[in-house]
């Protein structure tokens, strides 16, 4: 009997152990449910008071450049001497630059991108795709600086040798290399896409006597449409960004003009020129470089928001 009643103590007291064990667990997951939303709102809100951070400096110091030049002398102007005796401050020469060196990216990516993307999803095997993807993806980790170094002095001397009037730097060697820079992306996303269209379309219009050919173009990619223009102003936005390549190839000439033999500067290279300490703090010139750069940051705001409109406009859900 005193064994029984002994052994029903230690029951007893391994049951309140338990509890007391299973209270102490419950509070602490109670603290850390409380907590990680806490810090998950943390982390969210640093991505957005840095947005905030950085729209707040450039507006201010671009206001401050606009007391002193004329906002419709700056977006209308088509002549850029930022040192000269008698500064000019318009910004269109570096517009007609950034937009010319973006559509000839364009011009080279579209077509290759979305090629790419229609073997990769609509004829290549699941082995091939497998090989052939992540190759195709190693040139987007290529540095920036090594595609410029490669314009420079494989691309262009290779164009003057077919097309002597080129300039040694000029806009049409940094727009071929940028295109071939954003392959990658454009491939990439067009590809995911393709491939998220369901097979059973694929099979419904196979079965009605379409081609293959057919298929891919009357049905799987405007079933994809949307991914696909996004993935073309995503990368348009990503060329216009584009730094290092139109910095070491395109030169430092501000013209306006169209010809893409000649050298002309971007938006980016602009602000690269400028704040590589030429201009001192609290000139015209040194506010330019806030003005230019909010330009810049107006251009790609409009391109993303762009590409998330077309994305939602076009969306197939299934």
Do not use: C, H
């Not at 709102?41 to 951070?53: D, K, P, Q, R």
């Not at 584009?242 to 602009?270: C, H, L, P, R, W």
Request: hydrophobic share 50%; charged share 15%.
């Amino acid at each position: 009997m005193a064994a029984n009643s002994k052994l029903k103590r230690d029951d007893a007291i391994d049951v309140k152990r338990m509890i007391e064990q299973n209270k102490q667990s419950k509070s602490l997951s109670a603290v850390t449910e409380r907590a990680i939303p806490i810090l998950l709102f943390l982390f969210a809100i640093i991505t957005v008071l840095t947005t905030v951070g950085i729209v707040l400096t450039l507006l201010s110091e671009t206001i401050e450049f606009f007391k002193l030049v004329p906002i419709w002398e700056f977006f209308t102007g088509t002549v850029l001497k930022p040192i000269s005796q008698n500064p000019e401050f318009g910004v269109l020469p570096l517009i007609n630059g950034t937009i010319i060196s973006s559509l000839i990216a364009m011009l080279v990516a579209g077509p290759i991108g979305l090629m790419a993307a229609i073997y990769l999803s609509e004829y290549a095997s699941d082995r091939v795709r497998r090989v052939l993807k992540p190759m195709l993806e190693i040139l987007a980790g290529i540095p920036t600086i090594v595609y410029g170094f490669f314009a420079f002095t494989f691309v262009t001397p290779l164009i003057r040798s077919i097309w002597p009037e080129v300039g040694a730097t000029n806009i049409l060697s940094p727009g071929i290399v940028m295109g071939i820079m954003i392959i990658p992306m454009i491939a990439s996303l067009s590809e995911d896409a393709m491939s998220s269209v369901p097979n059973s379309i694929r099979e419904g219009a196979l079965g009605l006597g379409a081609t293959k050919l057919e298929t891919t173009f009357k049905v799987v990619m405007p079933a994809a449409l949307s991914g696909i223009i996004a993935s073309f102003v995503l990368g348009i936005s990503r060329a216009i960004g584009e730094t290092m390549i139109v910095t070491i190839a395109s030169g430092s000439s501000k013209n306006f003009t169209f010809d893409i033999t000649q050298s002309m500067q971007t938006m980016t290279a602009y602000i690269v020129e400028v704040s590589g300490g030429e201009a001192a703090a609290g000139t015209t010139v040194y506010y330019s470089l806030y003005a230019v750069a909010m330009t810049l940051f107006v251009f790609t705001l409009i391109m993303n928001l762009l590409a998330r409109y077309v994305s939602r406009k076009f969306r197939e859900e299934y």
